[in-house]
């Protein structure tokens, strides 16, 4: 059996990375795989008995796969009031600028918040880049997801966050980090899902997708209506939640794809919990990571599979 290990020095090959300060909070990395001096990284290691010298702790892989069992306490992250997750993919042209505007805006609120940039294998300067990223107020942290896919990053990032309010949006800031100023009272107020919503009343398309992905996205949507009802749009990438709601579905997900969202949300509603809907002001970035030929072929398989299980449930 594979086994989670906390390594000082250099990680093994493909391996699932974490970087953490040896204080065990927070995240620095200066690379997807190299060290930061005065970190250990986290890494999974098919066979540990190749783990080396160097190894200080180990835990057994089903932390990471899915299940009811608790991360590694060197991977959570310290309490704030609000922690934002940004899943990131070969990002380095799109998420510097992305980044510099959402500290500017937290570091502007009252209440205590952080980021996280979850890299999804890059292979450009995605982690250098965003590594170098500092405030002096709202901490950036950098961790790793070896498992391809949105879901699998957003997943990772909610399981190893200690805030009150956790929620995650994309790297190209298409949805403006303004919107929080809807979204935050709504959760303070008793709200424990809130997200944005291109199709909602008074939702501002600024710059349309192409007409083709627009018929795409129509046709999609009447498959999605039967899994999750009620929600005009699940696919923005801006969600947020209650802490403890967030933590308490993720290890139930397992898409790792685009229709992540859709099983979240469905989660979400089978506990009972209200999904609120906020408008936003929506422009299409060019550099998406979507292919709309696999990518989309994949979400709508995953989308017939959940429905399938809700139907047999």
Request: hydrophobic share 45%; with cysteine.
């Amino acid at each position: 059996m594979g086994e989670i290990l906390v390594q000082a020095g250099q990680p093994a090959a493909d391996a699932d990375l974490f970087q953490v300060p040896a204080d065990g909070f927070g995240a620095a990395a200066d690379g997807f795989g190299a060290v930061a001096d005065g970190a250990v990284a986290v890494a999974y290691v098919p066979n540990p008995a190749d783990a080396g010298d160097d190894a200080v702790a180990y835990v057994p892989d089903r932390a990471v796969a899915g299940d009811d069992l608790e991360f590694p306490a060197a991977l959570l992250r310290p309490a704030c009031h609000l922690e934002l997750l940004i899943p990131s993919r070969n990002e380095a042209r799109r998420l510097p600028s992305t980044l510099t505007r959402t500290i500017e805006y937290l570091e502007a609120q009252t209440y205590s918040s952080s980021i996280v940039v979850i890299d999804n294998g890059s292979i450009d300067h995605t982690v250098d880049l965003a590594s170098q990223v500092c405030s002096p107020t709202v901490p950036v942290s950098v961790i790793g997801c070896a498992q391809p896919g949105k879901g699998a990053a957003v997943r990772r990032g909610i399981r190893t966050s200690r805030a009150r309010f956790v929620g995650y949006m994309d790297a190209d800031l298409a949805t403006p980090i303004e919107t929080l100023d809807a979204v935050i009272p709504l959760l303070e107020n008793g709200c424990q899902a809130v997200v944005g919503s291109r199709r909602t009343d008074g939702a501002v398309l600024v710059e349309r997708q192409p007409f083709i992905r627009v018929v795409g996205g129509m046709a999609f949507r009447v498959m999605v209506n039967q899994v999750v009802r009620g929600v005009t749009d699940t696919q923005c990438g801006f969600k947020f939640f209650a802490g403890d709601l967030a933590r308490s579905v993720a290890p139930m997900l397992s898409i790792d794809g685009f229709a992540f969202d859709i099983e979240l949300l469905s989660a979400v509603a089978r506990q009972g919990v209200a999904i609120t809907e906020v408008p936003v002001v929506w422009s299409n970035k060019k550099g998406s990571t979507l292919r709309a030929k696999t990518d989309g072929a994949r979400a709508v398989a995953d989308v017939l599979r959940l429905a399938h299980r809700m139907s047999a449930s």
